[in-house]
C-alpha cells in the first residue's frame, strides 16, 4: 500500500491524505513509477475547484519525478532503475495531432484515463489520476509514453518542474511564440509558469521583458530571472509608452487562465504581434473580440498547450541549458516540504504567495 493525496469531489477544500492506496500492475505498455519528487501546481488548484476536469475519486498530482521500478514486458525506452521526468499528455505516435508533429495536442492517452482508474483505495474503491497520472503518490502507473528518461545528475526536485512548469513557461516562448532576438515582449502574471515565460523569452534574446502583476511582491522576483522591468494593471500603459513608444509589444503571453488577463495581453500587443494564451481558464470563462479587431490589427491570437513541447525533446534541451547556467530551476523552489504538508500547501497556493513548492518522498 502506498500513500496518496485523494480528492473525494470537486470543491473540497482538503485532500484526503490516506497510506492505503494501491496501484495497479504495470500492463504490457505501461510503467510502474516511484515517485521522489512532485511539484504543487495551479492547475492542481484548478482542478480541485471544477475548473479543469477530473474523475473523483482523484489521486491529484501532475508534475512529477521518480524511478521506474516496474515495466511491462514491451516497454523498451526504460529500465527499472532509470531516472525519469513524467509526462502528463504522452503522444500515442499515430493519431493526427502527433503524425502533424504536434503530440502536446495528442488526447489518446488523457481520454483513456477518464475511464481508466489506476488506483484503488483501501476499501476498494476504484481511483482516478489527474491527467491520467496522479504524481501526489508514493507511486502510479502509466503508458511508457509518459515517462522521459534523464541523467541520474538531475535532482529529482528540478526533475519534476521539468515536466509541467517549466516546459509550459518556457516552451510557451520558444516554441509557440519563438520569440526572436532584440524583440520587446509583456508577461501578464509572474507566478511559477509566468517566471517559466520570463526565462524562456531571456533565452531567446528578448531586448525587454515586461512581468505585469498586481501583487509588487512579485516585482523583484521577476526581475530576478530575467524581466527588465515591471508593472501593474494600473501602470501598464505607461511602462508600454516607456518601453515601445505607445506602439505595443511584439509578444504578450497570457499566463492567468483569465479572459481578463487575455483582454490585458491583446491591449498590450502592437499591430500585427502575437498574443499567447498560456493560462488555463475555465470553460464558461469567455474572451471576446470584435470582428473589425480581428482582422485590422492583424495581431495573433495563439494557444500554447504545455508550451508546444514535445518532452522527448525538450526535456534534454532544458537540461542542456540548466546546466549551462541559462535555466535557473532552484529559483523557482519557494518551499521543500513533505506529503503530510500537502493540505498547507495548498492553502498557501491559494493564498498566491508562492513560485513552486515541492513535496519531496523518502
Known amino acids: ?38 511539484g504543487v501546481c495551479h492547475s ?9 476536469p477530473t474523475m473523483p475519486p482523484t489521486v491529484m498530482g501532475h508534475e512529477g519525478a521518480g524511478v521506474v521500478a516496474e515495466v511491462g514486458a514491451h516497454v523498451t525506452n526504460v529500465a527499472v532503475g532509470d531516472h525519469v521526468v513524467v509526462n502528463w499528455t504522452p503522444d500515442c505516435g499515430t493519431c493526427p495531432d502527433c ?3 504536434e ?8 481520454a483513456q484515463a477518464f475511464g481508466d482508474p489506476r488506483f484503488t483505495l483501501g476499501d476498494g ?18 503508458p511508457w509514453q509518459g515517462v522521459i528518461k534523464i541523467d541520474e545528475d538531475v535532482p529529482f526536485e528540478y526533475a519534476a518542474l521539468l515536466g509541467c512548469g517549466i516546459p509550459t ?41 515586461l512581468a505585469v502583476d498586481p501583487n509588487e511582491a512579485k516585482h523583484p522576483i521577476a526581475k530576478r530571472f ?39 495581453a491583446w491591449g498590450a500587443t ?16 469567455d474572451f471576446a473580440q470584435s470582428a473589425f479587431a480581428l482582422l485590422f490589427d492583424g495581431k495573433n491570437l495563439k494557444a500554447s498547450l504545455y508550451g508546444g513541447c514535445d518532452l522527448k525533446r525538450d526535456v534534454p534541451r532544458f537540461v542542456d541549458l540548466w546546466r549551462a547556467g541559462r535555466l535557473d530551476i532552484d529559483g523557482l523552489i519557494s518551499r521543500r516540504i513533505r506529503f503530510e504538508d500537502l493540505n498547507d500547501a495548498v492553502r498557501a497556493l491559494r493564498k498566491g504567495d508562492v513560485i513552486r513548492q515541492v513535496v519531496l518522498f523518502d
Not at 9 to 34: I, M
Not at 44 to 51: E, F, K, P
Not at 103 to 110: N, R
Request: proline letters at 3%; one cysteine or more; charged letters at 20%.
Open 1 to 38: 500500500m502506498a500513500r496518496a493525496a485523494v480528492l473525494h469531489a470537486v470543491g473540497d477544500d482538503e485532500l484526503d491524505l490516506r497510506d492505503d492506496v494501491g496501484t495497479a500492475d504495470p500492463g504490457p505498455d505501461q510503467v510502474k513509477v516511484r515517485i521522489r519528487a512532485t
Open 226 to 264: 530575467g524581466a527588465t522591468h515591471t508593472a501593474t494593471l494600473d501602470g501598464l500603459e505607461e511602462a508600454k509608452g516607456l518601453l515601445t513608444g505607445g506602439l505595443g509589444f511584439d509578444y504578450a503571453f497570457e499566463v492567468v487562465g483569465k479572459s481578463a488577463a487575455i483582454a490585458t
Open 103 to 110: 503530440p502536446y495536442l495528442c488526447m489518446t492517452f488523457i
Open 270 to 285: 502592437r499591430r500585427g504581434g502575437d498574443v499567447i494564451v498560456v493560462g488555463a481558464g475555465a470553460a464558461d470563462d
Open 169 to 209: 513557461g518556457v516552451g510557451a516562448a520558444i516554441n509557440t511564440a519563438q520569440v526572436r532576438p532584440g524583440s520587446k515582449v509583456a508577461v501578464v502574471g509572474a507566478g511559477g509558469v509566468g517566471l517559466s515565460v520570463i526565462q524562456g523569452a531571456r533565452i531567446a534574446g528578448a531586448s525587454a521583458i
Open 44 to 52: 492542481d488548484l484548478s482542478t480541485m475547484t471544477g475548473v479543469l
Open 125 to 142: 474503491t476504484p481511483a482516478f489520476g489527474m491527467a491520467g497520472v496522479g504524481t501526489w503518490a508514493d507511486e502510479m502507473t502509466v
Open 99 to 101: 503524425l502533424r508533429g
